[in-house]
């Protein structure tokens, strides 16, 4: 939760145990995640990494989407006062269409993609058919988690998943060094035992669940048996409910085209041929490095204050019929936040920069930190930087935004991502994967752009001007700047081929850098600091008297 006052807002860290338990889990399982794919790399070759990453996953998520995605929006709409049997029913109907979809696409990737070269990457064609088979086997239980989200069952859902992903990557480790000779069967492997794992977990939960007629979850749900999970063909009722049929293919038609934006570079990839195997492999694995930092900093921070400037503004309300205060209060926050955001960019940006180089080669060997490897992850951290000045304006542009504003802005973002397929050809066939960054960052600077708008007009008739949050002291650009040039040449001279005495030396210099940079900032950026200094003292104090 969030509160406001005059000169600050607070985090509410009175967060129910449940919900840190939640947290703790996924972190952890993220941890370990990360370290066995890290060992994992360093027994693969790059192509390997491509088709499994790339082709194979995308065939399993368009496979999935297709399937279910419609499904799960239309048997979770509407609460739990339904039908549960037409429900489930229908539920069911996306085993067939999943081997339906599996069939067909499974067709496509065999015949009318291009099939890599069976000497450098043999079995693909298993591949393909144990990804398919294993989205058949997910949808088994896809009525088990419907049932469970739609009674709030979070804990059962991250253990679920948290503990089959963990396991996967565990035997893929294994095979991976005791049986490296099996290439993609390992991989084939691991991809079914998941999604077995996943469905074993709902399964055996809902028995045990069902199986305590004294517990009290028990009693809450519309099933007394695991029979009454299956399908069931009803003489007085029809078989599914037409309504939420209907819903299924409005949501279908709906969101098939974000389908196809949000797995937009994989799409222009497996179809249109413009990287090799082994380019995508590296791509897609600095692209998630990448994306770590914007999924575990700035998507927490985004999600956390929309909230508060969705409590404290007025939609679609012009600021002066707002309550000054309040309109002071999202000012200086929205000030703060981009002022905040603009910071670790550029300290993700200038320092991503002198140790991209460093951090591929700990993290996967000489097959990433060779090559394009690099060149990906220091353009990944300027955009980076977009990202998180976008996370900030968009957070405040949709919360104050009337519905209607929201829907012709979100018609422009549909245009701006239709041409970002197009703009990311283009780009690829001229610079190669980098291009893919390169197409990212226009598109976000031009979703900034249009943020900056809305921010400018909205408080062009106040005393307040929260966008001076982007301007930083002369001194501490100057400090940047140093750091950078110091740091890059401490990259030529000490990494990475001088051996671990070397990196140690250019960590060192990097650390002397970004402590002067930090330094700098406390003594220059004084209004942030007091920002930051109120939130940890009050939550501190919310913290003591709960």
Not at 425 to 453: D, E, K
Not at 501 to 518: D, E, Y
Request: net charge positive.
């Amino acid at each position: 939760m969030l509160a406001a006052s005059s000169d600050y807002i607070t985090l509410d860290k009175s967060l129910p145990l449940l919900a840190l338990i939640v947290v703790i889990f996924q972190v952890l399982f993220r941890l370990i995640t990360f370290v066995l794919n890290a060992f994992i790399l360093r027994f693969l070759s790059k192509e390997i990494v491509g088709i499994v990453n790339v082709r194979l996953t995308l065939l399993y998520s368009t496979t999935v989407f297709l399937a279910r995605e419609a499904f799960r929006r239309a048997c979770l709409s509407g609460g739990t006062q339904r039908d549960w049997r037409q429900t489930l029913n229908l539920l069911w109907l996306t085993v067939p269409l999943g081997v339906f979809w599996s069939l067909f696409l499974g067709w496509i990737w065999l015949q009318l993609l291009e099939v890599p070269d069976p000497n450098v990457i043999p079995h693909y064609g298993t591949g393909v058919v144990v990804f398919a088979l294993s989205v058949v086997v997910e949808l088994l239980g896809e009525p088990f988690w419907v049932l469970a989200q739609a009674h709030m069952f979070v804990k059962l859902k991250v253990i679920a998943e948290s503990l089959s992903v963990i396991l996967k990557s565990v035997l893929t480790a294994c095979l991976v060094l005791w049986l490296p000779h099996w290439g993609l069967h390992i991989f084939s492997l691991a991809q079914l035992f998941y999604t077995t794992v996943l469905v074993l977990c709902y399964v055996i939960y809902f028995t045990k669940l069902l199986g305590s007629p004294e517990s009290t979850k028990q009693q809450t749900l519309p099933v007394s048996r695991m029979t009454d999970l299956l399908p069931n063909v009803m003489r007085s009722r029809a078989f599914v409910n037409w309504t939420e049929a209907k819903l299924t293919w409005s949501f279908f038609k709906q969101s098939f085209l974000k389908q196809i934006l949000t797995e937009g570079e994989r799409y222009v990839m497996t179809f249109l041929n413009v990287l090799n195997f082994g380019d995508q492999g590296v791509y897609d694995i600095v692209n998630n490095l990448g994306s770590l930092v914007a999924r575990l900093i700035f998507q927490p921070i985004e999600e956390s204050f929309y909230i508060f400037f969705a409590k404290v503004l007025e939609r679609g309300k012009d600021a002066t019929l707002q309550k000054q205060e309040d309109i002071a209060v999202a000012a200086a926050v929205l000030e703060s936040l981009l002022k905040l955001a603009l910071l670790a960019g550029l300290t993700i940006t200038v320092f991503g920069f002198a140790y991209s180089q460093l951090a591929l080669d700990i993290y996967g060997g000489t097959m990433l930190s060779s090559g394009s490897g690099p060149v990906l992850l220091r353009s990944y951290c300027l955009y980076v930087l977009l990202l998180a000045i976008n996370g900030v304006t968009e957070c405040f542009t949709f919360a104050a935004m009337s519905k209607e504003e929201v829907d012709r802005y979100n018609c422009t973002m549909l245009a701006l991502s239709s041409s970002f397929l197009v703009l990311s050809y283009l780009l690829t066939r001229w610079c190669g994967s980098v291009g893919f960054i390169l197409a990212n960052c226009f598109n976000m600077a031009v979703r900034i752009t249009q943020s900056f708008r809305f921010i400018h007009r909205y408080y062009r008739k106040s005393p307040y001007r929260p966008l001076a949050g982007l301007y930083l002291s002369p001194v501490l650009l100057g400090v940047f700047a140093l750091s950078g040039g110091i740091t890059g040449v401490s990259e030529v001279f000490l990494c990475c081929d001088q051996g671990w005495p070397a990196r140690l030396a250019h960590v060192a210099v990097g650390t002397f850098c970004l402590g002067a940079t930090l330094g700098t900032t406390f003594l220059t950026e004084t209004k942030l600091i007091h920002f930051l200094r109120t939130q940890l003292g009050v939550s501190r104090l919310a913290d003591k008297m709960t």
